[in-house]
């Protein structure tokens, strides 16, 4: 992908919001893990008062994907960007959300825990963690207020897409704080953190992820990659023809023949 200051025209990953998230985990006292969670500010023209994970575009000063996702952390949360107090974990695969936005996650692990947050107050009203395995369980990791009692803590809607086939599932977890006003933790949010919780506990959820016949990701990107006019507009920007794209049915094939080459490989 070229650098913007490489082309005059406008970036892909600026122009079509290509996002990078950091998923900061540290440990708790009794060892098990937790994941910072950020309350965004209820003036902010989108997702106001959302629960949420630091991240954003890049910045022409980015080197790489690590480097966008600590630099936002930095300045939403006060994250420290030394490598040596937040290591890195690893970097997810992308992630397809709504209205034409290609997230990918960043892991790392906060290991000085004399860290205090500096909030950006115009972007972040509060910050919160959660534990990490409760996104593995349909049942709360906490001890249920009064008011809350009548309310499920894991919930799902699966919903369809007039420009996409088959539908998708929106996860939802309550955080506990909703008698506070803090919103549950919801879409793109909760499937990072699903995802990051069954890479770190090395166990699937006790509840069914995706809708029947939800695409995968892969192939969600890339028929939004294919056919989304959006995403279509970067590509020519970018000088890719979208028609050579593969279609998402033969991304499925070539998706099936790795996966038994692995297989193989492990025999």
Same mark, same amino acid.
């Given at each position: 992908?070229k650098?913007?200051?490489?082309?005059?025209?406008?970036?892909?990953? !600026?122009? #079509?919001?290509?996002?990078?998230?950091?998923?900061?985990?540290f440990?708790?006292?009794? @060892?098990?893990?937790y994941?910072?969670?950020?309350?965004?500010?209820?003036?902010?023209?989108? #997702?106001?008062?959302?629960?949420?994970?630091? @991240? @954003?575009?890049?910045?022409?000063?980015?080197?790489?994907?690590?480097?966008? =996702?600590?630099?936002e952390?930095?300045?939403?949360?006060?994250?420290?960007?030394?490598?040596?107090?937040?290591?890195?974990?690893?970097?997810?695969?992308?992630?397809?959300?709504? !209205?034409?936005?290609?997230?990918?996650?960043?892991?790392?692990?906060?290991l000085?825990? $004399?860290?205090?947050?500096?909030?950006?107050?115009?972007?972040?009203?509060?910050?919160?963690?959660?534990?990490?395995?409760?996104?593995?369980?349909?049942?709360?990791?906490?001890?249920?207020?009064?008011?809350?009692?009548?309310?499920?803590?894991?919930? #799902?809607d699966?919903?369809?897409?007039?420009?996409r086939? %088959?539908?998708? +599932?929106?996860?939802?977890?309550?955080?506990? +704080?909703?008698?506070?006003?803090?919103k549950?933790?919801?879409?793109?949010t909760?499937?990072?953190? &699903?995802?990051?919780? $069954?890479?770190? #506990?090395?166990?699937?959820?006790?509840?069914?992820? !995706?809708?029947?016949?939800?695409?995968?990701?892969?192939?969600? &990107?890339?028929?939004?990659?294919?056919?989304?006019?959006?995403?279509?507009e970067?590509?020519?920007?970018? %000088?890719?023809?979208?028609?050579?794209?593969?279609?998402?049915? =033969?991304? +499925?094939?070539?998706?099936?023949? +790795?996966?038994?080459?692995?297989?193989?490989?492990?025999?």
């Amino acid at each position: 992908m070229k650098h913007p200051s490489q082309n005059s025209s406008p970036s892909l990953d !600026n122009v #079509y919001r290509i996002y990078w998230l950091l998923v900061a985990l540290f440990v708790g006292r009794m @060892g098990d893990l937790y994941v910072l969670l950020s309350r965004r500010a209820s003036t902010l023209r989108t #997702y106001a008062g959302d629960t949420s994970l630091p @991240g @954003g575009k890049r910045d022409p000063q980015d080197h790489n994907i690590e480097l966008t =996702a600590r630099r936002e952390a930095f300045e939403e949360i006060g994250l420290p960007l030394d490598p040596q107090k937040v290591p890195l974990l690893c970097i997810l695969e992308p992630f397809l959300a709504g !209205n034409s936005l290609i997230v990918t996650p960043v892991v790392v692990l906060i290991l000085d825990n $004399t860290l205090r947050p500096i909030l950006n107050t115009p972007e972040v009203t509060s910050l919160f963690s959660h534990p990490l395995i409760s996104f593995l369980h349909s049942e709360p990791p906490f001890a249920t207020e009064p008011e809350m009692l009548e309310m499920k803590y894991h919930t #799902y809607d699966d919903v369809s897409s007039s420009t996409r086939p %088959g539908k998708v +599932r929106l996860h939802r977890f309550m955080t506990g +704080r909703e008698t506070g006003g803090t919103k549950p933790i919801f879409g793109l949010t909760a499937a990072i953190l &699903i995802r990051v919780a $069954t890479i770190g #506990y090395a166990r699937a959820p006790d509840f069914e992820v !995706n809708a029947p016949g939800q695409p995968s990701q892969e192939q969600r &990107i890339a028929r939004a990659l294919k056919h989304d006019p959006i995403f279509r507009e970067a590509a020519a920007l970018e %000088g890719i023809d979208p028609g050579r794209i593969p279609e998402p049915s =033969a991304l +499925r094939r070539q998706v099936r023949t +790795r996966d038994k080459r692995r297989a193989r490989s492990k025999l």
